[in-house]
């Protein structure tokens, strides 16, 4: 990068989008992975009197959405517009502010995709041809991308039919996968011609290259993208035989890969905050040819869509191109690689919000734990260590000490002169703050801010002001006018990270707290007026107490056990929760005594078991994920009791018509035992 100086801020409007989230599912942890990076780079520009406009929407097209709702029993649009209320209750009170947030099947959005999937056809970029796409039998559809599971034909890793979600991350084009089965019922699935569409991806290699090249951002997003370019592009299959979804232009029987849609809601959203701000023609800044600088924060995961098939589409339809892409890299949930089925999972309602949790502890925590690039392992004992020794220990200290002590002695900014050393100072983080901006690295602005807080601890402590007061009471307000001088750049600058806790500094420093949010960062470098009045000082920043930690970290701790023997935790989120049944619910229930005739493994999995069992007046097959605790020898030609009138389940493509009934040791969580029954004939019910 050339010198950052020139970079942010700029004269050129800046317009910044996160990857939409699913509409699928509630919040958990690793969104915010890009959410939270991208609200503190958006207020930081704006204090570096940039102009800015913040969009995003929920993604409500393609496979996840159809199965999300296959699953729940209801329509795609039913689910997509309940999880989209949920984002959009959720983000203000993380203080994620978007200037839009719309959805995907907007219908600015349908529109702006079929413009540009137009304009690529006349431009010659999109053509048609006949392949063999997978076809289930059992389920009687042909089946699109997530719909399918296989082997990558690449690294051999189990993977989705659009992309090795397992292994090496390619994109994978339909019919490529190896070993194809349902994803829905793991059968077998077979190939079945049909005329699709294709994106000359092959056409943009040259200009891939020189893009990725000069393109800003963090250096893992266009070395991955490099890195595809010189194993070779493949043309991108752009239709799906799916019913919901923006339909292609020309052929409504194939409806668009959601992967073309989805970030054309860029524009579509752009388009959407322009017209409530009653400038219909200001999208046109960022996305025609011009100065506009468009920001795009993602995840690591989808670096490939952004850096390889977005631009080529854009250049293709002559759009404005991305000025930088920033990734992030990936979460972890104490140490385990995030898993909603596994329970390694952090629910932003459930387990934080609905805590009393302040949203402004976890966005520091998001943003001061790791770098952008880095994997940000969540820990509950790290984030209980963020708050109490960084934030409390030392930011929230300072400020309280300051505020107190002049409060209490002067109830007023006293007279004083800001010294040099810590003019220089907070000049000196102003700067360190904007280069870290320009690097697009806001742990070091976490850093620089905290560093700060530091300086301000040492001086105050340093200077003796509880002396000063006895002996030289002007003299003390000299070194509280010094410290009241750096409280006011600590409240400018951790805004953009802790919005609340700022609001509060703010207030109490005499002000309207809401002001604060339009301070830039050049006014943390002019001192409070002489005998300005302040507010009540209180404490701004509050200890996570241990017990409450205990409650967060025995949370997933149960999360992960429930998981293991298969019940309370769903790929939704949130856990099931144990209601009461009647008397005749239960009477409903059919629990018969049956005896195991046979016990084999189910091949390529871990942990299931495939049982022949004899209930007395017919053979069931039944499954049971108990193979990582017994042999099969040790269970065949026990009697144990079953739940016979169960709904019966596909377990790795074999149904399974009941479930064996187990008990867990209290003293050994996770160990289950199955409950067996002696001298009684199979088929006896327990009554």
Not at 317 to 338: C, D, Q, R, T
Not at 373 to 389: A, C, E, I, M, Q
Not at 499 to 510: S, T, Y
Request: proline content about 6%; charged content about 25%; glycine content about 8%.
């Amino acid at each position: 990068m050339n010198d950052v100086r020139k970079t942010y801020p700029t004269k050129s409007p800046v317009l910044v989008t996160c990857g939409l989230p699913y509409a699928s599912g509630p919040m958990h942890i690793g969104h915010l992975r890009t959410y939270v990076p991208a609200d503190v780079f958006v207020r930081l520009l704006r204090k570096m009197q940039t102009e800015v406009v913040f969009v995003c929407g929920s993604d409500t097209h393609g496979t996840p959405i159809v199965t999300a709702a296959e699953r729940e029993g209801v329509t795609p649009e039913e689910l997509f517009r309940r999880y989209h209320q949920h984002y959009v209750e959720i983000f203000p009170r993380l203080n994620i502010i978007f200037d839009n947030y719309g959805t995907t099947d907007d219908p600015e959005n349908h529109h702006r995709t079929h413009e540009i999937v137009r304009a690529l056809q006349e431009n010659g970029y999109i053509y048609s041809k006949e392949l063999e796409t997978p076809y289930c039998d059992n389920c009687g559809r042909s089946l699109p991308d997530r719909f399918v599971r296989g082997e990558c034909p690449y690294c051999h890793a189990d993977a989705r039919g659009d992309e090795c979600d397992q292994g090496c991350g390619r994109y994978l084009e339909p019919g490529e996968i190896l070993n194809p089965r349902c994803a829905i019922c793991g059968s077998p699935t077979r190939p079945v011609r049909r005329r699709h569409y294709y994106f000359k991806l092959t056409a943009f290699e040259d200009f891939l290259k020189e893009y990725l090249e000069s393109v800003d951002g963090t250096k893992n997003a266009k070395n991955y993208a490099l890195g595809w370019i010189r194993d070779g592009l493949k043309d991108w299959c752009i239709t799906r035989d799916l019913e919901w979804g923006v339909k292609f232009p020309g052929d409504e029987s194939l409806t668009l890969y959601v992967w073309v849609d989805a970030p054309i809601h860029y524009i579509s959203s752009t388009e959407e905050w322009a017209k409530k701000t009653e400038q219909p023609d200001a999208w046109e800044k960022f996305w025609r040819p011009g100065d506009g600088k468009i920001v795009h924060y993602i995840g690591q995961d989808i670096v490939y869509h952004h850096c390889i098939f977005w631009p080529s589409m854009l250049k293709g339809s002559g759009y404005n191109l991305p000025y930088a892409i920033v990734a992030s890299g990936m979460v972890k949930i104490e140490g385990h690689n995030f898993s909603r089925s596994r329970g390694y999972v952090v629910w932003i309602d459930d387990d934080y919000l609905s805590k009393g949790l302040d949203p402004d502890y976890l966005r520091y925590y998001m943003v001061a734990t790791t770098g952008q690039t880095r994997d940000l392992d969540f820990s509950w004992d790290t984030f209980h260590d963020k708050v109490n020794t960084e934030l409390v220990g030392v930011f929230g200290n300072f400020v309280y000490r300051a505020l107190h002590f002049t409060h209490k002695h002067f109830g007023a900014v006293p007279e004083g002169e800001i010294s040099e050393e810590v003019l220089d100072r907070i000049r000196s983080t102003i700067d360190s703050i904007v280069a870290a901006v320009n690097e697009y690295e806001l742990k070091k602005v976490a850093d620089d801010i905290m560093q700060l807080a530091s300086f301000g601890n040492e001086y105050f402590q340093s200077n003796t002001p509880w002396v000063l007061v006895k002996e030289d009471k002007a003299a003390c307000g000299r070194v509280l006018y010094d410290a009241l001088a750096i409280v006011k750049a600590l409240a400018i600058l951790i805004e953009p990270m802790m919005p609340g806790v700022a609001e509060k500094i703010w207030e109490q420093l005499g002000f309207e707290s809401s002001e604060i949010h339009s301070i830039l960062l050049e006014e943390a470098l002019v001192p409070l007026p002489i005998g300005h009045r302040m507010g009540r000082p209180v404490p701004v920043i509050a200890k996570i107490d241990d017990r409450l930690l205990a409650e967060l970290k025995s949370t997933i701790e149960t999360r992960i056990r429930r998981a293991e023997r298969g019940e309370g935790t769903t790929e939704e989120g949130g856990e099931s929760q144990m209601e009461t049944v009647t008397f005749d619910e239960f009477k409903r229930m059919d629990i018969r005594a049956g005896k195991i005739l046979e016990c084999e493994r189910v091949p390529k999995t871990k942990k299931l078991l495939k049982m022949r069992v004899d209930i007395g007046d017919e053979e069931r097959t039944i499954v049971t994920g108990l193979a990582d605790q017994y042999a099969p020898e040790e269970l065949e030609g026990l009697t144990a009791l079953f739940l016979v009138n169960l709904e019966p389940k596909k377990l790795a493509g074999i149904e399974s018509q009941g479930m064996i009934l187990a008990i867990e040791y209290a003293d050994q969580p996770g160990k289950w035992k199955p409950l067996t029954v002696e001298s009684v004939p199979p088929g006896s019910k327990v009554a």
